[in-house]
């Protein structure tokens, strides 16, 4: 089925030129009418990973979330804004995070909430494949509507974080990394992030282009500026054009091939009707990708020892910088795996038992943690 990708041109967070593309971006869609009504209370699912300024483009910029909600207010609805950011979910930490992220004051300056509801509520998921029952957190039930709005970012583990992963902030806090614990294979954990997807049902997608993240993300990357404004009814869609946008082949991300797989979009641009501009105008053929590969190479039948030596040599790790750690245990705390520990305030790891989610380096707070990848993998991702 195909579906518009509205692309816009903007290259600054300067207020009035952000919001002249959001309205923008509504019209290229047919309007705000056909999605959100008047008494609607929308939730804009932000992407609001850890405690991080703007500038670190690590989140949401929040002149994006303002201009986007200024437009859903002047149509008379109610805007609440939320996310499950890593770590625990609770109100000190939110309270944190929104101060930091910069969404305290411009929900302040427009007079829409933030949320603190922490509670979490578990759920059927008719549409899910893995996930056929979820826990999810409660604020989807204080919302008429959702709206995703992601910042588009390079993933150590999923190569590339967009509007379908941004939904994985529904699982409340920690319990995120049970989801990286049960399913270690990188097309299950693909799978399981469509299920969510799938089941926030977001009625329209917006990604933060202006400046993203190449390299390390999606924490510990380096800012770079896109200056694209993106838009779409589907997330699958919106998640095509914006991989191509970075110079990846769609399919090259794990999340994009198994909506392939499943039906949800073809995963390249000729199911897209762009009415604005195309990919080809951002496209950033140098934008630094992790190369990533399954996180389990060998079937499941494997000798231990095989296993053992071959992730050994082949396998990415997460290499922790000293000089940087600040002795926080943040990491350890977050690994789904339970394979760091904390010794004279520096995190130790247990390199067999570790699954590879690279939450520790997705959370770390000083970019303490690198991933490192062997010569061979580097080699072979070119091949
Ligand atoms: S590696 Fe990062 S998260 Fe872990 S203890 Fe050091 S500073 Fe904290
Ligand atoms: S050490 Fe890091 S990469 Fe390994 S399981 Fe723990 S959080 Fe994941």
Redesign the pocket.
């Known amino acids: 089925m195909t579906h518009i990708v509205s692309l816009l041109e903007c290259r600054t967070y300067e207020y009035d030129l952000v919001k002249k593309a959001i309205v923008q971006s509504f019209e290229n869609l047919g309007g705000i009418s056909p999605y959100i009504q008047k008494g609607d209370i929308v939730l804009l699912k932000v992407n609001l990973l850890m405690k991080k300024t703007p500038e670190e483009a690590t989140t949401t910029h929040p002149i994006f979330v303002k201009a986007l909600a200024e437009t859903l207010l002047a149509h008379g609805a109610q805007v609440l804004i939320g996310d499950s950011p890593g770590g625990p979910f609770n109100e000190k930490a939110l309270r944190g995070v929104y101060r930091v992220c910069g969404m305290e004051q411009i929900a302040h300056e427009l007079g829409c909430t933030l949320n603190y509801n922490t509670n979490s509520i578990h759920v059927k998921n008719k549409k899910g494949l893995l996930l056929k029952q979820l826990t999810v957190v409660e604020m989807l039930q204080d919302v008429t509507k959702v709206i995703s709005v992601s910042k588009l970012k390079t993933h150590g583990m999923a190569m590339f974080t967009g509007a379908v992963k941004n939904m994985f902030g529904i699982v409340p806090g920690i319990l995120k990394a049970e989801y990286h614990f049960s399913m270690p294979e990188i097309a299950d954990f693909s799978d399981a992030l469509i299920d969510i997807c799938a089941y926030a049902d977001p009625i329209l997608s917006f990604m933060d282009g202006i400046v993203g993240m190449e390299g390390e993300g999606p924490s510990a990357g380096i800012p770079r500026e896109i200056g694209v404004v993106l838009a779409s009814t589907s997330p699958y869609h919106l998640d095509v054009a914006a991989a191509a946008i970075i110079g990846l082949t769609p399919t090259q991300v794990p999340t994009i091939k198994r909506s392939v797989a499943r039906g949800l979009c073809s995963g390249t641009l000729e199911d897209i009707i762009f009415p604005a501009e195309r990919p080809e105008k951002f496209l950033l053929s140098d934008y630094k990708i992790p190369k990533i590969r399954s996180t389990n190479l060998l079937p499941p039948t494997t000798p231990s020892y095989v296993k053992t030596f071959v992730n050994a040599c082949l396998q990415p790790k997460p290499v922790?910088h000293f000089k940087?750690?600040?002795?926080?245990?943040?990491?350890?705390e977050s690994c789904p795996a339970k394979v760091l520990h904390?010794q004279d305030q520096k995190?130790i790891i247990d390199l067999n038992e570790c699954i590879r989610c690279f939450c520790?380096q997705e959370?770390?707070?000083?970019k303490?943690?690198t991933i490192h990848r062997p010569w061979i993998m580097k080699i072979l991702s070119k091949i």
């Open positions: 922790f940087d750690c600040v002795g926080c245990g943040i990491c350890a904390m995190p520790c959370l770390c707070p000083k303490a943690v």
